[in-house]
């Protein structure tokens, strides 16, 4: 009501932060305030009472004035799309409130629950560092401010010269004085402090929130209520309710009983209340730590460890320790500590009290307790070590940071004092069974043994039987949690060994090493615009993204943030369940009784036609009759408000008749379920390459999916104009004129009815190219039979079901070569899952069109084979393709170079394209500049030094490796369907001389809109700030191609370019007249002069268009060249990796914008190492999407920069084929994260050295933790074979 949008919703489930705010409490106990950062999508707002909500709102606003933290993150070109901006910016903001002073790591600290898919992180964390003790805050000596020097140019005069490598100027920052902030309400304060003792009670809906005031009334209540849930943080609870579908009509808040929050020092340990927050346990534990003598910190040590990598601050801020207790969640980060160490519990109810142990006996199930219905937990006290204890704890998860565990664990010896004999021994896990277990076998084996080699392999081959799993057990990763459970006892082996002062080896001790990141620094190196260039000319300048004041207040207005119009009404989605199915009937009954329900929506609603789809129409807007896949948009429900059309989507019952499903790309090709045409590019004789090589390969390679993750789900509003059948749409989507036309096809509509309006997105990165229309369709139909505003915005589950992602592929290949390396023929075979419809799916064309990477293959053929399954339909993604046909590239290119013993870098230089060269598709390569970013990635990375550094460290040390890669790109730039490479423009200048630009590309935080007033400044020859870009919209400039293929400001831009041109034309005659006249002053003379101050520009990319059939035209307008260098460290035993370095040398041409341009090749980067590394879909056999959520769904974090990153722009490079001599720099970069794929590679084969095992071997991508630890083949792994496949079913499938 208050039109608060500055807080964003990015998951609902506490996983992203972009719903950041800040809480403030005065704590009558201490006299103090405290402000936290919190989830604001799990707050419960009962839990608010006396509680100060800060937004992104209350510290600054463009109008008033920008927070210091909102203007740095913006200056420094930290905000894109800007959705997760307003988050970041308070978790910053809340930080700095309790230390105005941190150091770099309290702010990478402050980030761990922040997501961002678009910056990279990297500019995010350089604004920032202006507030540490690190920076001097622009009062430095030389360039103004340390952070130019921090980013200086290697020493160098011709660097020096010509190149610039400060983004921003810290300098022009506003000063942060800590004394000027947001006072906490004083009727806050009041109240707070004369609190007199009552309860508090709040009536709900279908809930009951209790708050009582003193322990006897809350254990009476809970007598009363048995049922009841004790909420503390709610982010159990909170995703429960949301996700589960759970309902609970007591709830019982102990934030009044002081019991229930104390802290208790006593004599053999730490009494800790089971409300005390995690954030609050970590300070008193860190407390103890430094004032105790050390052998009595131990455990405290390990609940540390544990706490570290424990959700974000946000959650930490508010999660309660008895409430991870008292979920007993099998992966559980706290509780095998707890067990290990010993702890007691306290129990109580309103007849008294007792304390347990907390054993295995006091888990009873998955998520039971011994606890009776009426018993709450009252605190857990935590023991001191003793002198001869050792205690450890390992936390095991796909992402390092915010993420939950795959296997956790705590172990802890007791030795005979004056021996190394184990005198106890308690060896606690999660994630391997329903609860929190102990390997008691085990440790009984080992009580009475000495500490050394014998014991060890006797641990292990116990442990390996005791911890067994079912293969088809929740989870997968068998094998992997199997050899953990191992890997992390022998971590645990070698650390007391090197605490008793025991003999370790020297080569053994880095895999003792407790991970700490390290502060990532970066440099950003690219030309300077020519001396002389007029200071109102902004291009080739890095100024900042336009519109990223407004992200950074949280005034920037997305698609959900339209106000609400009176009588509008809310969607929600009724989708499949099966994969493949005919539907028998669907029963309302239930739904229509549930509140605020208005109508349903099935195929027989539509007023025109029900056939949707992208370039070939085989989808439906509603299902007809039978589903293709889980997610499959059956229905819809109207309803008055979100919470009860979503009620009532979920009470629609449906009857299916199963069909067998096609889920996976191997049943496909089993089945031969296939889309047509299959397509063959072809080039040289195949036949005779093979015949002169020396030696002949084959490999193939599965490369997963990936989801788009934009921070903002698909959203559409669609407004009735009441006459003609017209229809006003606000959709969140890269195709604007595709999303009109699907509308007035569904709406039976001519499209001149239907204008879509696009002011900008919270990411797209091709997930909004089609996809959006599947919504905006329904929502469209339901506001045409209603007649009323309907809106819908996904939340995220639906949006990860729903939409599709990246193709997974499959990739399979013959390669022959010479002893030199030299590859001289090639034979690959592409398969790309691509759902229940065809939809975007040309990508296996792009896929063919990149299947040589930058390789000259004189004698080679590339097929692709699209299948046909029911899955979502997957669809564009940042690289369209390109990026999995070269990823089996460079499978090929290191399996050739391993099974020669070269290095890969040798082989790969060798076989690069040079000038003149032609591609397998007929195209010659002019304007090449593939070694000269080869030459200088190299030189700048320090590669030769770098390997010789690295051949050492692995020499030394057994259990880490490291690696390095260097890859290179050449990316296509043009849309490969040729009739989409157009664009227009519309250009306005008013009669005060201001001028309003619009063009057919989207913004969705690329800098798009930046970029073109940039180019309609230069050739208008006007300053920036009188130019405006409003948004895009379809009844402006008509029959738009999507904002894809990282062409848009090629080609808006030159249609722009044509239609500021011909204004220009036109007011010649009075500049001529009046030469020292002003702009203002010919515009108003033309308008006077009755000349037409508004044209329209259009483009279309010359000489352009390619044929399969015979192999010729030219496919694409230019390419796009990089190269990156990346090192990584691998922990063998855990298949964790740190990126540790990574420089990168891409050729954009002469940039536009070097700051836009620096900031797409970080966040591309970042992207495809999100790709190769880290995000993992899973899917059951039955096609149903098992990872729907950042909380299963992991994207790279701050966590995940190289922590050193080097970005350099190609330096003299113009480009003839792009406006202002630029090139396109969306997509080109993402494929360099391959590299840190293989560097991967690089250091499993030194692992897989150790045991024996050389040449070339299959690893597929990502590369998660899992695949690594298993490709590094050793001891541990030989004890957990895999099971035989075909004898059990899996829990998710390689799709
Ligand atoms: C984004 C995110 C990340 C997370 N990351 C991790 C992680 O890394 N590691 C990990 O282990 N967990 C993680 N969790 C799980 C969760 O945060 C923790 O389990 C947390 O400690 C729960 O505390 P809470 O106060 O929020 O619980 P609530 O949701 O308030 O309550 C949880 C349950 O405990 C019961 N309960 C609470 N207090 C008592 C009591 N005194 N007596 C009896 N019953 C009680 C409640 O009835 C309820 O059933 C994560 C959750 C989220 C949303
Ligand atoms: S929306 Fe709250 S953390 Fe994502
Ligand atoms: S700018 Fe961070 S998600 Fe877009």
Not at 186 to 209: A, I, N, Q, V, Y
Not at 1022 to 1044: C, F, G, L, R, Y
Not at 1251 to 1262: A, C, E, M, V
Request: hydrophobic share 40%.
């Amino acid at each position: 009501n208050m039109g608060l949008t500055g807080t964003k919703l990015g998951c609902a489930e506490g996983g992203c932060g972009a719903c950041t705010v800040m809480l403030s409490r005065y704590q009558t106990h201490t006299k103090q305030l405290l402000h936290y950062a919190s989830n604001a999508c799990l707050a419960p707002l009962c839990s608010l009472h006396l509680v100060a909500v800060t937004t992104v709102e209350g510290i600054g606003s463009v109008a008033r004035k920008l927070h210091p933290v909102q203007e740095r993150i913006a200056k420094a070109h930290g905000s894109q799309c800007g959705f997760c901006t307003p988050g970041i910016v308070m978790s910053m903001y809340a930080l700095l409130r309790n230390n105005p002073t941190p150091m770099m790591a309290d702010m990478e600290e402050a980030f761990q629950g922040n997501l961002c898919r678009c910056t990279g992180y990297r500019p995010i964390l350089e604004g920032y560092k202006t507030f540490t003790g690190g920076c001097c805050g622009g009062r430095g000596q030389k360039n103004g401010c340390c952070m130019s020097n921090v980013n200086g140019a290697q020493n160098g005069s011709e660097e020096q010269i010509n190149v610039t490598t400060s983004l921003f100027n810290p300098a022009e920052f506003a000063p942060f004085d800590p004394t000027q902030e947001v006072i906490f309400p004083p009727e806050l304060m009041t109240l707070s402090k004369d609190r007199k003792p009552h309860s508090l009670c709040f009536h709900g809906e279908r809930m009951t929130w209790l708050q009582p005031d003193s322990l006897d009334e809350f254990l009476n209540l809970k007598w009363k209520h048995p049922d009841a849930r004790v909420v503390v943080g709610n982010t159990e609870v909170g995703v429960e309710v949301k996700f589960k579908n759970m309902v609970y009509p007591v709830i019982l808040a102990p934030t009044f009983i002081p019991e229930l929050s104390a802290v208790t020092h006593a004599e053999d340990g730490i009494v800790f209340g089971a409300a005390c927050t995690l954030s609050h346990m970590a300070v008193v534990l860190r407390q103890a730590v430094e004032s105790l003598p050390p052998h009595k910190t131990e455990v405290f040590l390990a609940v540390l460890e544990q706490l570290r990598w424990f959700a974000g601050v946000q959650i930490r801020n508010v999660a309660a320790v008895g409430g991870n207790i008292m979920t007993a969640s099998p992966i559980s980060d706290l509780n095998p500590v707890f067990m290990a160490a010993g702890c007691k519990l306290t129990l109580v109810d309103k007849d008294g009290s007792r304390e347990i142990q907390m054993d295995d006996g006091f888990f009873t199930g998955y998520r039971r307790t011994a606890l009776q219905p009426q018993q709450i937990l009252l605190s857990i006290h935590i023991p001191y070590s003793k002198k001869v204890e050792f205690v450890s704890a390992y936390k095991q998860s796909p992402r390092r940071e915010d993420d939950i565990s795959i296997v956790t664990a705590a172990m802890s010896v007791t030795f005979t004092p004056g021996t190394d004999v184990v005198e106890n021994l308690r060896l606690s896990f999660g994630g391997m069974a329903p609860t929190t277990v102990l390997a008691k076998k085990t440790a009984n084996r080992l009580i009475g043994r000495p500490w050394g080699e014998e014991l060890l392999e006797e641990a292990c081959n116990s442990m390996a039987e005791e911890m067994s799993l079912d293969p088809s057990v929740p989870g997968g990763m068998v094998t992997y949690r199997r050899t953990l459970t191992l890997s992390l006892f022998y971590k645990f082996y070698l650390t007391v060994l090197q605490k008793l002062r025991l003999q370790v080896t020297s080569d053994c001790l880095s895999a003792t090493e407790v991970y700490h990141p390290e502060t990532p620094s970066s440099v950003q190196i690219y030309q300077a615009v020519a001396k002389g260039q007029n200071q109102d000319d902004v291009v080739g300048r890095p100024i900042m993204h336009l519109s990223a004041m407004k992200q950074a207040t949280g005034e920037a207005v997305y698609c959900d943030d339209v106000p609400l119009y009176e009588n509008e009404l809310y969607l929600s989605l009724i989708t499949s369940s099966k994969a493949h199915a005919r539907i028998l009937s669907i029963d309302t009954s239930g739904a229509e009784r549930c509140p605020g329900v208005v109508c349903f929506l099935f195929a027989d609603d539509i007023p025109g036609s029900n056939t949707a789809g992208s370039l070939k129409f085989d989808e439906t807007v509603l299902a007809d009759g039978e589903v293709t896949c889980v997610g499959h948009i059956i229905g819809a429900v109207v309803a008055k408000t979100q919470l009860q059309a979503q009620r009532a989507a979920k009470a629609v019952r449906i009857e299916y008749e199963e069909r067998q499903p096609v889920i996976t790309i191997q049943e496909a090709i089993a089945t031969q379920s296939f889309y047509q045409p299959i397509r063959t590019i072809q080039k040289g004789d195949l036949e005779l390459g093979f015949k002169h090589a020396d030696h002949i390969l084959e490999g193939e390679m599965h490369i997963g999916g990936q989801e788009h993750f934009y921070l903002e789900t698909n959203v559409t509003l669609a407004v009735p104009r009441g006459e003609d059948g017209e229809m006003e749409l606000f959709v969140s989507t890269q195709a604007p004129t595709h999303t009109q036309s699907l509308v007035a096809m569904a709406l039976g509509v001519p499209a001149n009815r239907v204008v879509v309006r696009v002011k900008r997105m919270g990411g797209g990165f091709g997930g909004k190219e089609s996809r959006t229309t599947l919504l905006s369709t329904v929502v469209a139909v339901a506001a045409n039979k209603l007649k009323r505003p309907v809106r819908c915005m996904l939340d995220r589950d639906e949006d990860m079901l729903i939409t599709g992602g990246r193709h997974p592929f499959y990739g399979k290949y013959k390669v022959g070569f010479l002893n030199s390396g030299r590859v001289v023929a090639l034979d690959v075979t592409y398969y790309g899952n691509a759902g229940n419809s065809m939809d975007l799916s040309q990508i296996v064309e792009r896929a063919l069109f990149h299947m040589e990477n930058s390789y000259r293959v004189p004698n080679i053929r590339g097929r692709g084979f699209l299948c046909r399954t029911n899955l979502p339909s997957n669809t564009a993604f940042r690289g369209f393709g390109g990026p999995q046909g070269m990823m089996v590239a460079e499978n090929w290119m290191t399996d050739v170079a391993q099974s020669l013993g070269k290095s890969p870098e040798e082989v790969r230089r060798l076989n690069l394209y040079m000038k003149g060269d032609s591609t397998p598709f007929n195209q010659v390569l002019d304007q090449i500049t593939l070694d000269r970013c080869w030459d200088e990635c190299m030189s700048r990375s320090g590669y030769q030094q770098r390997r010789i550094a690295i051949d050492l460290y692995n020499r030394q040390n057994r259990w880490t490796k490291r690696g390095i890669a260097v890859v290179p790109t050449k990316f296509g730039i043009s849309f490969t369907a040729l009739f989409l490479n157009q664009a227009g423009a519309l250009v306005h200048i008013y009669t005060d001389g201001s001028v309003l630009l619009t063009h057919g590309g989207t913004e969705m935080g690329q800098g798009l809109h930046t970029k073109m007033v940039q180019v309609a400044s230069r050739v208008l020859g006007i300053p920036s700030s009188k130019i405006h870009i409003s948004e895009t919209s379809t009844n402006t400039v008509p029959n738009t191609s999507a904002t894809a293929a990282s062409a848009s400001s090629d080609l808006n831009g030159a249609a722009l370019k044509n239609a500021c041109e011909i204004l220009l034309k036109r007011l010649e005659p009075f500049k001529a007249k009046n030469p020292n006249g002003t702009w203002e002053d010919w515009v108003k003379a033309a308008y006077f002069d009755r000349v037409s101050l508004s044209a329209n520009g259009f483009y279309k990319t010359p000489d352009i268009g390619y044929d399969f059939e015979t192999n010729s035209g030219r496919a694409f307008s230019y390419f796009s060249y990089g190269v990156a260098c990346s090192e990584v460290e691998i922990d063998c035993l855990t298949g964790s990796h740190k990126n540790l370095s990574t420089t990168i040398v891409m050729d954009v041409g002469n940039s536009l914008n070097p700051a836009i341009d620096i900031g797409q090749v970080e966040g591309a980067f970042m992207q495809g190492l999100g790709l190769f590394t880290l995000e993992e879909l899973h899917y059951s056999p039955q096609g149903v999407l098992l990872t729907r959520g950042p909380g299963s769904y992991k994207i790279p974090a701050f966590g995940d920069i190289p922590t050193q990153l080097t970005v350099s722009l190609l330096r003299d490079a113009p480009n003839d084929k792009a406006i202002f001599a630029s090139k396109a720099v969306g997509e080109p970069p993402l494929f360099l994260a391959s590299s840190v794929f293989y560097a991967i590679k690089d250091a499993i084969s030194a692992a897989r050295a150790e045991s024996g095992i050389t040449g070339p071997f299959r690893l597929d991508s990502p590369a998660s933790a899992e695949r690594i630890r298993n490709a590094c083949s050793d001891r541990f792994t030989k004890l957990c074979p895999l099971a035989e496949a075909g004898t059990f079913i899996p829990w998710s499938v390689q799709v």
